[in-house]
């Protein structure tokens, strides 16, 4: 007789499935909330920098570039306008003090030379014609008192006689009164005649010195336009290299127009451009240096010029010591130019991840160095080779400072 079979409610197939099923769950369950869902990136170790987080003394200077120029330059500009008549020198050519260059023509010049000249000659004329005018005058006058000093003379003998002669009645009145009168006469004319000469005089004195100041300012604009005339010539005014001049035979110059410049080769200095972010940082006194055939050379900063042309302003920068032999002008060298004093500070290694973070986070790698996490840091100052970190960092640290391009906003890099 066939005997029923009871079915087994949990075999073991089915609670083996039912348990791997679970511990999938679970699995599952955990990572969603436990697990580390940062995202990742697999990055090769021999395709990274990685720097070493370091306290040590920083100094903050900023790289520009400077070209070696005549500590001593003399400018040569055109006193007068003219055109160019005859070069004795070209550029390039070693010059001593009072050397002729080059001469220019003036025609305008040449007869306002002239003109002046005639009109000097013409005021000369009328000095010397006032004083000969003057002299013959004063001997006129001179003269006509003599003249009536011996009238006076006479006709007071001839009244003190007609006076006597009336007292003992011997003439008549009117004719007493006729030689008292003329005698009275003549003393009223000697006096008007002093008087006419004496201002005479003084007008004559004036005359002369308006017509000597006169002539003294036509001598002293003669002399200026004479030594115009003598500017056209143009000499070295000191001794040194001619290195530039721009005149050609023939050719029309302005006056104040630049002809040339003569350098002085006794010493070189370096004219630097700055970034005018740095214009309130730069003073006089700061330092910067240069590597010149393997020797480091000091320079001082000697002259600030503050215009700023195309975002860029200009200082000259003066050595420290003897210059380094070899050195030329024109020459271009990089200087490190130096912002502040030495101070101890956190360094970090600069490198490109700057360009992408911005120095506002980097890469920290792990202690086993298997991954690097991102982490957030502020940088201050920074130099060439340096930045200074302010927060986020610690001595002993290592951080991955070349490119972050690839990453994107990946968190964690494993480092195979």
């Not at 395709?47 to 070493?52: D, F, G, K, L, N």
Request: net charge neutral.
């Amino acid at each position: 007789m066939d005997r029923i079979i009871q079915k087994k409610k949990w075999p073991p197939r089915k609670i083996v499935l039912f348990s791997v099923s679970g511990v999938l769950v679970i699995l599952v369950l955990y990572n969603l909330i436990l697990g580390d869902h940062r995202s990742k990136l697999n990055v090769e170790s021999e395709r990274i920098t990685i720097s070493e987080v370091t306290r040590d003394v920083f100094q903050e200077f900023i790289p520009v570039t400077g070209t070696v120029i005549p500590i001593t330059t003399v400018y040569l500009d055109a006193i007068e306008g003219g055109r160019v008549e005859k070069k004795y020198l070209e550029a390039g050519t070693f010059v001593k003090k009072g050397d002729s260059i080059l001469t220019l023509a003036n025609t305008d010049l040449l007869m306002n030379i002239m003109y002046r000249e005639a009109e000097l000659f013409e005021q000369s004329n009328n000095l010397r014609n006032t004083r000969l005018a003057m002299d013959q005058h004063r001997l006129d006058l001179k003269a006509q008192l003599i003249s009536l000093d011996y009238e006076i003379k006479q006709q007071k003998r001839a009244w003190e006689r007609a006076q006597e002669l009336y007292e003992r009645k011997l003439i008549s009145l009117k004719e007493y009164e006729d030689v008292r009168d003329k005698y009275e006469y003549l003393q009223s004319k000697s006096e008007i005649t002093l008087q006419t000469h004496k201002q005479d005089s003084l007008f004559r004195i004036v005359q002369i010195e308006q017509l000597e100041s006169s002539l003294a300012r036509m001598q002293d604009n003669l002399k200026i336009v004479r030594k115009n005339m003598q500017d056209l010539t143009l000499k070295a005014p000191i001794t040194g290299q001619l290195t530039s001049l721009n005149a050609e035979i023939g050719e029309s110059k302005n006056r104040g127009e630049r002809l040339g410049q003569i350098d002085v080769l006794d010493g070189f200095k370096i004219r630097v451009q700055v970034d005018e972010h740095y214009i309130a940082r730069i003073q006089l006194g700061q330092t910067g240096e240069f590597t010149f055939a393997g020797q480091t050379c000091k320079l001082l900063i000697k002259k600030i010029f503050p215009e700023v042309i195309e975002g860029r302003f200009e200082v000259d920068m003066e050595f420290a010591e003897k210059e380094p032999d070899g050195i030329r002008r024109g020459q271009t060298v990089h200087i490190r130019l130096a912002l502040g004093d030495l101070s101890e500070a956190l360094l970090l290694a600069t490198g490109g991840f700057f360009n992408s973070t911005g120095g506002q986070w980097v890469y920290v790698v792990d202690d086993n160095g298997k991954a690097a996490h991102k982490r957030n840091i502020r940088i201050g100052r920074q130099n060439t080779q340096n930045y200074e970190v302010l927060e986020g960092l610690k001595p002993g640290e290592k951080v991955i400072t070349s490119s972050y391009d690839n990453y994107g906003d990946i968190e964690v890099l494993l480092l195979k």
